[in-house]
């Protein structure tokens, strides 16, 4: 029988991904570091004083190498392409591409390795605490797949036609086929598209801002 503290552990655990994405070995971070792959999935709550609320902050990020790759990205609960607040631009490759603020956000995070894929699709979101001023960020595993696996090599310039068109396959203990959340399948799209993206300079999943008075 699982006891009050080993529960509590488990929730800060939940918590820690939920906030800071996938747990990755030693290893494979310095895997990433050694080949100029930056990803920082991280979540933090930023306050507005002109506006005086609270909201949401990520960071589009990531890209890859040919053996590797490492992304994330964030959408709207629905699934639909978030705003950045500005592109960032950069002469190294495979790092910072754009900055999301949104009062709640859907984080999309897939690591590759070869043909092998990890995702983990989280939500966040401000809820208020009784007694504070500042809200606190509430997270949630929407889904979370591993050792899925692409059916080509997007990477290779040959299949640069088919990239956001793909996604990797992921399967349960028992065999069977992990549906995706069908309103993340574009966004899960794009964010593979950008783990097979060799020296990535670019958004995969953001989107430009509307300006006002700009028709669309």
């Known amino acids: 029988m699982t006891n009050v503290s080993e529960v509590q552990k488990l929730r800060s655990v939940a918590t820690r991904h939920a906030l800071y ?7 494979v971070l310095k895997s990433l570091q050694k080949r100029g792959i930056y990803c920082t ?9 002109l506006a005086n609320r609270y909201v949401l902050r990520g960071v589009e990020s ?5 053996d590797m ?3 994330c990205a964030f959408v709207a609960e629905d699934g639909s392409p978030l705003p950045w607040l500005q592109s960032v631009d950069s002469i190294a490759v495979n790092g ?3 900055i999301i603020l949104a009062e709640n956000m859907v984080r999309l995070e897939m690591l590759r390795s070869g043909r092998t894929c990890e995702l983990a699709i ?4 401000l809820s208020c605490v009784p007694g504070r001023t500042r809200p606190q960020i509430s997270s949630e595993v929407l889904f979370r797949g591993r050792d899925g696996v692409l059916p080509v090599d997007l990477w290779k310039e040959e299949h640069r036609p088919l990239r956001g068109k793909l996604t990797p396959i992921f399967y349960s203990r028992s065999g069977e086929v992990l549906p995706l959340p069908s309103r993340f399948e574009e966004a899960i799209r794009r964010i593979t598209a950008a783990t097979c993206c060799v020296g990535c300079k670019h958004t995969h999943v953001g989107v430009p801002p509307v300006v006002r008075g700009q028709s669309v």
Do not use: F, K
């Not at 999935?41 to 507005?48: A, D, F, K, N």
């Not at 989280?122 to 979101?125: A, D, P, R, V, Y």
């Open 69 to 71: 790759g490492r992304a």
């Open 122 to 125: 989280t939500l966040h979101s």
């Open 62 to 66: 990531g890209g890859a190498v040919s």
């Open 21 to 27: 994405g996938m747990a990755l070995p030693a290893g």
């Open 96 to 98: 910072r591409h754009a």
């Open 41 to 49: 999935p991280g979540i933090s709550r930023e306050h507005q004083h």
